[in-house]
């Protein structure tokens, strides 16, 4: 957004010599506006083969009842809450970085944006999936919604944090679709300028007759900093309230005030590491290096250790508070998820989510493109647990001990949620091929005054000092990707 | 006020304008344009071919649509002629008789639905057991016969009789012997028909067999008394009972009856009067019984005999033979303080054995007869008829059918082939008689050697009575028509012998007026109305046991020995019936299928049931398959740990194993009968087999897997000694402590339904459970969803272990594992239903309101607008909420159950039935609420306490169930409530159940607790 100059000291958020307003057009758009790669039919053959699982597994639940599934008379909900919430968090990361970075002006948020938020949908769509697919008479969702009913006072339950998830989560969906797409106005118009055809009638539609003036820069500029504002409180209220869903309950193991801030780190931490985990790739086999640079590499990892660190303080206050309740009922769960027979799922919640990311620390780690990508799975695959764990280890044991039981997952559920995994990436190579992964806008934004090409001349014309100058020469020598020092 | 309103069509009328009042005189007030019609157009017009085709187009569609919907074939008829007595919505009771237990039978709509126990039953006072809750799905069983077979073909009763009887008098005149094999006959009419018969077919013999004997009691009376016949026992009497073996409480003949006599002793009314019975059970396998006595001890059953006989020395008895229980120290010592107990309560004590030997039996009764306990605890006067079997008498039969000298058999209730020690032998036999007839309803294992079956009418269908009890006579009368066409029994044996009357109805009246109701001087019609008649108890004599023992201990110690003989991987096997399927004959009943059994938990399937450190011994882990082994026979089943199995036995339940029970009772389990003994005239269940691993295992259904509460205050137990010295021990209820409350009260303004559940009285045998799947229509969901555990019961016996070793208690999972010795547990039964929690966490959670709170203190449950998140069940911390994983009711894949439309019958329709998708859970049988208030409100009174019970609290055999209204302080929950043994599970999170249980209280102060 904003041109102006940036200090010397600062890292380039674009790399690259000969970068020009067209070269960025070019590299964003050569996916969508060129036949796909080999790459990428092998990934939508794939992904496509995971959504239509998916397909089979959700309709099979629907014919014939959750019975399907591994859940029985203590363990209530399992893998499914698990990849709904799960779905949430890796939900955050797009609109913590479109709103909340934007409101503070972190202008390396502009190269991944894009992405971060076309995940994000994508991922609520997941979890939205998993909302009504697990419902006993899911034909019935829609007593979930305050609709006006011939019933009269038949009203849903305002008590209750499903009807606030049910509001929570259409609300984060509709205002990050607002949003994702405002920001992709422009690009549209790019894209259509350059097309022909139906291409570009279907484009020109798209674009809602962007026109490129001031004006519309203008409003568009205020209308991303309304929603911006109207966003940034929801990164932090949708976690909130689905830790509420657990939270509001009597579960030993659920009932814990510590969740909302709890959830929200734990949600950032595996959004950012879900947008590592694709932008790495995508970064690669689309030759975005020059736009996603080690810097935005190592900068979210630096965001995954601080939330990978918040969430570890959050679990040793829930083993402080455990112990120091007093109530045997607490006590003995937090135990259970050592010594109980789910303890190799505590094990991976807690190695994952807390051993694993400490490993951050290290700035070789950190900007070693192999060792970050592993990590980002690590740490989804830790995400995933820590809900598994917070749902069916409370659960399985909790207060009468008749009841206690175990939960084993059927074909099923595994099914339903490799399924989900296919549906969220056939949604995401769909979006590569047709929309720009890049804000291209936004990027063109910082050539002046951000790109390396910039602070070359800069030094070139002998307008910094000589000492700064090694600084920044320093720095670029630890990037791998872009062999700048040479340049200089 | 004008009577005679006058409304005016216009102002014509109004003003009587001349024009007006003369076109009113005419018909029509304007002449009608008939002419025109008929003259012009109307009638000559001809319909122009277009028209003509497309009201042709129009016609030939619309009939072919028509044509195209099967309309349904209604099979109801509505009442358009009501009978008098049927009003529909509101039930019909019955007077009728189970199994000698009175019962009341409740139909609707002329479908009986429900067995309740008919309180003028002196044997059941209106509490019945599962097998009789259970016994209205068998009338609707789907596997019964639907017509008589005769040579394997469906045929008429016609020809099936001209076939009986041509085949009868053939034997009449080959000189053949006529034999009628039955399980035990207790009904006079039943004798009588009999007796007819045997007179017109003089060589007939009726040989009555029971598959779980009582035939060693029996003769030991004859020996030691001079009277053949079972005692009636009076636990109410005796304040120490020592049973070996007997499981009284759970299968041992009456325990309806014994568990109210025992209960009496122990519960509310007993401890008000600061007094408990003592209860001290030596047993090997752990049984319902075992599991509440004050004192358990773990014996093998080589153990026993010689255990008695140290008990009858102990006594001051004088026996040679008698040894000590060299291996089992705590038992030779838990023997010597017993007698010191029994001997301080003379004249209360009683001393009972479950052994079929006539030995023990025999040393029983000298045992009792030093205790006095004959005109006391003992009625042997009144007698029991409940069981009259003659083991030899059966075997003999046999070897007569071999020698080929039978050419008729009858079975009634009777199935050898599948019960008899060697089935093999009985078929072979049978195959050499000429006419087999079996009654069985369906075509069972010994049906299927028989060349006619004529199949007998379920109890619910036919006349018949029963005399129990000595003195006690009850009536059976139909409720239904027959469902199937079938026939009573008495009646194809009144036709073959053609009596004078041939309707069993008229026989079974006269025969009742001829000599019950003449002797009482009651009439037919009371009959019906009471269904039963008491001619009063015969006053006791004494009887004096005054034998030599010296035989009978030397059987004993030969039979200890031949069973502890030893040996690689030899145990000593003992049989026993499981509480839920008894001896197996209802094996098709899907509810008694599913019923978990009350010490195990596990359903659909029998088991070999060993303590766990003896497994480990043997390296077995639980539900490894084993092989049992004895001579030829062999059986594999799954293992169970069952801690308080004596080291060194095994158990096995009988009744399983069926192969042509039905859908549902075919191939459960294995049948164990074979490893019965036929030693010295009756059938023994104890056996040394050998046991193997034989590779693989089978994971058992059980509806609770997790044993011991883990130390929690869920369960709350106190013993008699700190019950008395403080009313309060246990409950912790006097510590009174503020209470906080984050929500609003709710106001229950009228009522405000409660429970009370005493663990004392509650002895765990599961009559609730399936009085709660008749009542509220709950779903059978068979063995693998039990694994799944996803059993739909509303209420639940949640059973806890508690471990006792070096006098400490262990409960927590992790010091179990290291437990040395597992033979010492104490068990309690806690009976789990929804809780309707003042402040429900189930109410807060649902999205969508679907279960809310009444006035009236429930916690309601609407099934049209559950949409099935699971949240409520979730939030639940009693774990009492049940979802519909499937369609049960009506699913292919749960076809043991109500996969048809006769099984459906049985649907209770006050309650409707639920879909998948949808939560459920006790209601408190809001459907008896609503019909009792609306019962009092149409009387004009409010309502009565005592008045609704729930199905629960209604078959209770111990009556641990109170209901009521806690807003009425006289009523009897409100008083139980108060009791200071009262506390509440969990209400330290503040939910405000709706359900108080009592402190469990444990008699274990005396002597033996140390032993």
New interface residues.
Partial sequence: MSAHHESILREPLITGDNITYAKITNDVLDPVENKPNKAWWIGFTIAAIGALIWVVAVSYTFW????AW?????V??AWDITGFVWWVGIGHAGTLISAILLLFRQNWRNSINRSAEAMTIFAVICAATYVVS?????W??Y??LPLPNQFGS????F?????WD?FAISTYFSVSLVFWYTGLLPDIASIRDRATGLRRRIYSILSFGWNGSVKTWQRFESVSLILAGVSTPLVLSVHTIVSM?FA????PGWHTTIFPPYFVAGAIFSGFAMVQTLLLVVRKVMGFENYITMFHIESMNKIILVTGSIVGVAYLTEFFIAWYSGS??EQ?TFLNRF?GPYWWAGCMMYGCNVLMTQLMWFKKIRTSIPASWALSIVVNIGMWFERFVIIVIS?H??????????F?PTVVDAAVFIGSIGVFFTLFLLFLRVLPAIAMAEVKLLLKGASHQAKKKLIAENKVDPEQVQYYKQSLVKFDSVPEAETV | MESNKKYWKGLEELHKEPAFVENSKNEFAEPLPLEEVLNEAGLSTVAPRRDFLKALGFGLGAVTLAACQSSPVQTSIPYLVKPEEVVPGIPNYYTSTYNGHGVLVKTREGRPIKIEGNPNCIISQGRVDAQTQASVLDLYDVSRLHDPVLNGQKASWQAVDQFVKSALSNAQAGGKNIRIVAKTINSPSTKAVIADFTAKFPNTKLVQVDPVSYTGIIQANQNSFGKAALPHYRFDLADVIVSFGADFLGTWISPVEFTRQYVSNRSWDALKTKKMSRHIQFESGMTLTGTNADARIAIKPSEEGIALLNLYTALGGAVSGGKTLANNAKADKAIMLAARELAAAKGRALVVSGSNDVSVQILVNSINSLLGSYGTTIDLDNASYQYAGNDAEFVELINEMKRGMVDAVFFINSNPAYDFVNPKEFTDALAKVKLRVSFADRKNETAAHCNVIAPANHYLEAWGDSNPLEGYYTLVQPTINPVYNTRTIEEGFLIWSDNAVKDYYQYVRNNWEKTVLAQTGKDWKGLLQTGSVSTGAKSGGAYAFNRELGSVAQTIVNKSNALAKGGDNVVELSLYQSVALRDGHNANNPWLQELPDPVSKVTWDNFVAINPIHAEKLGIVEFDLVTLKKGNLSITLPVLYQPGQAMGTVSVALGYGRTAAGKAGNEVGQNAYPFIDFVNGTFQGVAAVTLEKAGGARELAQT???H?????N?VRETTLKDYLKDHYAGSGKKADHKKYDLWYDHENPGHNWVMAIDLNACTGCGACVVACNAENNIPVVGRD?VR????MHWI?I???YTFNEDGKTVTEE?EIDDLKNMENVSVVH?P?LCQHCEHA?CE??????ATVHSTEGLNHMAYN???????C???C???V???????YWNDSRFDNYMNNEFTQLVLNPDVTTR?????EKCSMCIQRIQSGKLQAKLERRPVRDGEIQTACQQTCPGNAIIFGDVNDPKSAVAKALLSERTYY??EE?G?QPGIGYQVKVRNTEAATAEA
């Fill in positions: 014939t009842g959750i019975g591994g859940l029985n008379k203590t209530g909900w697990h419902m006993g008479r899911p019935l969702a007593f979930c038949l009203w849903v339950n008590n209750s944090p499903l009807i049910v869903d509001t309950s009597l579960e045997e009922y003995y010594i659960l044991r909790d207060y009468i001990p008749s009841s206690w039981a175990m084993y | 609770q897997t997790h011991s509460f883990e130390g929690r869920v969803e799944r555990r996803r059993e639940r949640d059973r806890y992790r806690q789990m966490p807060t959670v649902c999205p969508v309101l607008r559950c949409v099935g998140t699971r949240y069940a979730n939030n911390p009693y774990k909420r049940r979802f519909n994983w499937f369609n879909f998948r998708g949808v939560m599970v969990l999170i939910t």
